[in-house]
């Protein structure tokens, strides 16, 4: 191949990534960009086997034969960039303009949504192409989080946003909204800022055009609102001795009224969110995915919930595409009991609307449960899926059934617990004894009722301790209860006859 030997293909990430993996074989190589936006984009590949984007034309009016133009690093710069530049270049070329001065004397200018849509264009929506990528979750929650920005803010020139500036907006946005939703945003910005610095380079010399980020001004100085700009995790669960609070807490919920459109009965939203409540405390699964659910997932009789499992069967041998989770009593009860409302809505727990799902943490009804609970604490959507894997290992279920359980997946297994509880109405029995735990514990002062029997809490813990043994019949606690109370009958029944 001689050496300005131009060789056809259209320009994808995959393939500039490929060939910058290849080694040099000591001769340079020229591909031109087929893409229907490639603006006379090409890449050449030196004998060393550095990737550059060029451009290859003749200047208008010079005189000059035709010759290459860089554009950038290949390996650093966006496709989608370099064919924006290539389209600059040639306009430039057209005008008679050296395309490298003129871009130099072209003032420098980006602007946060820039960075925002370079971002999110980088990383792409997670698929089975590109595993890395985000959820679409995620993207619409970082443009939330970029819209507490001013307006101006989000539109000025990136490259002149001061420290003070930081400072002065990340105050602003915590007046207009809270301190944690500002530290939220910034951090994305910061994040930007980094992002930034790494794939916009210079045309000339291969130099960083975003130098710095101003974000460090609030570590540098303190200027974080919560937790030093940390990520807050949920590491804490309902307390035992809050439990009877909380509980009853959401059971009030579904009866709230607001006394202004909805005076003499519940609000549909309310009733949602006390049942959304209550089903997370009794599963244990991520606020973001039960908020998706539909009635097509769930059961006819309401005992399993389906979820799409395909990654998981891909790659584990026996696996089923369509995964059943198990339920216990209360979570099928809580479907149940939604069910008897009809909203017309797929959603099993649909929006004020009904035409759109439930928030996954809806801080409205955050702030009503927490102030109905009055315990001194905040119940966030999450805190109830930890709650559920605390108590599981409090009572000794398996760590790799709490994972399934949790997870509602097939991934997570072991030699030992991926087999041991494999079984759909074993990893049932497990989740009810987490269920008859927090039962337990809901209403700690006053007497278990079973059959219309007065049980003492000594029985119940006696039950569970039944229900807990891999040898039991018994799945439920009730059941444990209900045999011992005829078996009680009967005696009395025999005593009677011989009296």
């Known amino acids: 191949m001689s050496k300005n030997a131009r060789v056809l293909h259209k320009f994808t990430r995959t393939f500039i990534m490929n060939l910058s993996k290849q080694e040099p074989d000591g001769e340079q190589k020229i591909y031109k960009d087929t893409a229907h936006d490639a603006n006379g984009l090409m890449l050449r590949v030196s004998p060393k086997g550095k990737l550059t984007y060029v451009v290859h034309g003749r200047i208008k009016a010079e005189g000059k034969s035709a010759q290459f133009f860089n554009i950038g690093n290949a390996e650093q710069m966006l496709l989608e960039v370099a064919r924006k530049q290539a389209e600059k270049f040639k306009s430039w070329m057209a005008e008679g303009l050296h395309p490298i001065e003129a871009q130099n004397r072209q003032e420098r200018t980006f602007t946060l949504q820039e960075f925002l849509e370079s971002y999110l264009d980088t990383r792409g929506i997670k698929s089975s192409a590109n595993p890395k990528g985000l959820q679409q979750d995620t993207v619409d929650e970082y443009r939330k989080q970029f819209a507490r920005l001013n307006k101006k803010f989000q539109t000025r020139n990136a490259l002149k946003i001061t420290r003070e500036d930081v400072k002065k907006e990340h105050n602003d946005v915590a007046r207009r909204h809270t301190d944690f939703m500002s530290d939220k945003t910034f951090q994305l910005v910061g994040a930007l800022y980094r992002h930034a610095i790494k794939m916009y380079r210079d045309d000339v010399g291969d130099e960083q055009i975003v130098k710095s980020n101003p974000v460090d001004v609030l570590t540098v100085t303190g200027g974080w609102k919560v937790n030093d700009g940390q990520s807050r995790r949920i590491t804490d669960c309902i307390d035992t001795e809050h439990m009877p609070s909380v509980y009853q807490a959401i059971e009030d919920l579904k009866d709230y009224k ?222 444990v209860l209900e045999h011992w109370l005829k078996l009680g009958m009967t005696f009395d029944q025999v005593q009677n006859k011989r009296e």
């Open 258 to 479: 607001d006394g202004i459109k909805y005076i003499h009965k519940q609000t549909p939203s309310v009733v949602v969110a006390a049942h959304f409540f209550r089903f997370m405390l009794f599963t244990g699964w991520r606020p973001e995915e039960v908020s998706k659910m539909t009635w097509s997932q769930v059961a006819d009789d309401f005992r399993d919930v389906t979820w799409d499992d395909s990654e998981a069967a891909a790659g584990l041998k026996g696996a089923e595409e369509q995964y059943r989770a198990p339920l216990n009593s209360e979570a099928t009860k809580t479907l149940q009991r939604l069910r008897e409302y009809q909203f017309d809505s797929k959603w099993v727990f649909p929006n004020k609307t009904l035409s759109n799902h439930f928030k996954q943490n809806p801080t409205m009804y955050v702030q009503l449960l927490t102030e109905l609970a009055d315990t001194g604490k905040r119940y966030t959507a999450g805190i109830f899926r930890k709650t559920f894997q605390t108590y599981a290992e409090h009572i000794n279920v398996n760590p790799v059934t709490i994972k399934r359980l949790v997870f509602h997946t097939q991934k997570h297994y072991n030699v030992q617990g991926g087999y041991i509880f494999a079984n759909r109405e074993n990893l049932r029995r497990q989740s009810q004894r987490v269920c008859d735990f927090i039962l337990m514990h809901a209403d700690q002062t006053n007497l278990a009722q079973s059959q219309q029997v007065q049980v003492d809490v000594s029985y119940i813990e006696a039950a569970r301790a039944v229900v807990s043994d891999e040898s039991s019949k018994y799945e439920l606690v009730s059941e």
